[in-house]
């Protein structure tokens, strides 16, 4: 049977005249296929408030185990005031519609509280009633651990629930409507030449989420390209009625006809620099530094090692989330003397800008115009680092800006 899974984020739904044409969105979509499964967000800005309630009640004394999983049931409520207010609004327009929260779904997932990751969504219960032709209203961003404890996915993991739910009923399409038509070769809210992309394959997509491109979760890409399910971005701001060719559809690299050695330009503010000065330069210290970072959580990202001026020692430099900046750092000065360095410098006012292309594969010279066109407008690079499909660079975090359209200009990406 052909069924259909839609989304819709936190401005969608931001308040009951957009859940109203919402409702009148997915009324249009139930026509052309009535086994039908809409997931929401919360309305927008709602999250942030309720993180920040959790954060007040709790105080600077509970972390860790003693405040993730009631955090939790806390932030995952936003959801289901949007899946009870939406199930609602279709039923005034006379269809048959009901909510699912993650644990009637049972969307199962890990214990990671506030990132957990999903193990699996099998309910015979569910797929029943979507095929009976009822519009099940998920509460997307939540789960349900192996305690029967309600779990988070993440923020902005409402597209994984979108993707989950569509892999689970064996989806046709999961459209994610968003307040932007599609996905761009880069954010628009930084360059009003940035163009709207027709097709991005998987891993480009995923490149680009993952190096800050918030209009997808990483972890919805991954599970999109792993379970093969078509994945269509495009707006709830247009009529009722999607335009053949609207949105960007995220596919298969053999999908796309049009290859582009550059295809986008992303960027992160969330980067904190470490730079540890005059580490012992002995074999096994690079272990041990990232050792304690990884058993403390820290998921560390560019890393450079370079000698230092005093004779038998290096410098090294690396870069993690700022979320993580005051952690990290205590975790390094705790473990000073097992490491052996001569100081700690933190930055966090730096940004990392990456260009993401699979046609780097094949091409030379694509580093050359990056450091050229950033040279060109005297923006000093901090760090690099490459992967087949990217390249990015770390630098002042006020110039990220310029850099980003600086790019976009030089790969030839900018709108006529
Ligand atoms: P939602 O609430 O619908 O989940 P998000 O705010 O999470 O929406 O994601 C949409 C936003 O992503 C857009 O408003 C846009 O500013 C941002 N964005 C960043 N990079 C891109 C890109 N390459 N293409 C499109 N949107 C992007
Ligand atoms: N409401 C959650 C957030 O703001 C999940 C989502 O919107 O996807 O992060
Ligand atoms: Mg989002």
């Known amino acids: 049977m052909k069924r259909l899974v839609l989304k819709f984020g936190g401005t969608s739904v931001a308040n009951l005249e957009r859940i109203a044409h919402v409702a009148e969105i997915v009324a249009a979509r139930y026509q052309e296929c009535p086994a039908l499964a809409v997931v929401v967000s919360a309305m927008s800005g709602k999250t942030n408030e309720l993180v920040e309630w959790t954060k007040e009640a709790a105080g600077p004394a509970l972390h860790g185990a003693e405040y993730d999983d009631e955090y939790d049931v806390v932030v995952a409520s936003g959801e289901q005031v949007t899946a009870g207010l939406l199930a609602l609004a279709l039923r005034k327009r006379g269809l048959k519609a009901r909510s699912w929260l993650g644990w009637q779904l049972q969307l199962k997932t890990d214990t990671a509280h506030g990132k957990a990751r999903i193990l699996g969504c099998d309910n015979p219960a569910f797929q029943k009633s979507v095929d009976s032709g009822e519009i099940a209203v998920v509460a997307g961003f939540q789960g349900v651990d192996d305690h029967g404890r309600v779990a988070t996915l993440g923020r902005g993991g409402s597209d994984t629930s979108a993707v989950a739910v569509a892999a689970a009923l064996k989806a046709g399409l999961c459209d994610i409507y968003t307040d932007v038509d599609g996905v761009y070769t880069t954010d628009p809210r930084i360059t009003p030449k940035a163009r709207r992309l027709e097709k991005i394959s998987y891993e480009e997509m995923l490149e680009l989420a993952s190096l800050g491109a918030k209009v997808l979760q990483t972890r919805s890409v991954e599970l999109a390209m792993n379970h093969r399910v078509p994945v269509r971005v495009l707006s709830s701001f247009e009529g009722p009625v999607a335009q053949p060719n609207s949105g960007t559809l995220v596919c298969d690299e053999e999908q796309i ?6 295809s986008g330009v992303a960027y992160s503010r969330d980067e904190a620099k470490f ?142």
Do not use: C
Not at 257 to 262: G, I, L
Not at 324 to 352: P, S, T
């Open 257 to 262: 006809v049009e290859k582009q050695v550059v």
């Open 275 to 416: 730079t540890l000065i005059g580490v012992d330069d002995h074999p096994g210290v690079a272990a041990i530094i990232f050792g304690e970072l990884a058993d403390a959580g820290v998921n560390v990202d560019m890393i450079v090692q370079a000698s230092a001026k005093s004779e038998g020692r290096q410098n090294i430099v690396f870069t993690a989330p700022d979320r993580d900046a005051a952690h990290a750092g205590a975790v390094l000065e705790k473990a000073r003397d097992k490491i052996g360095y001569q100081g700690l410098n933190v930055a966090r006012d730096v940004a990392k800008v990456s260009v993401i292309g699979v046609g780097m594969r094949s091409h030379a010279g694509v580093a050359k115009t990056m450091f050229q066109a950033l040279s060109a407008k005297g923006i000093n690079i901090q760090v690099i680092s490459t992967s087949e499909i990217k390249i990015s660079v770390l630098i002042d975090a006020n110039y990220t800006e310029l850099a980003v359209r600086a790019l976009h200009t030089a790969y030839g990406l900018d709108a006529d």
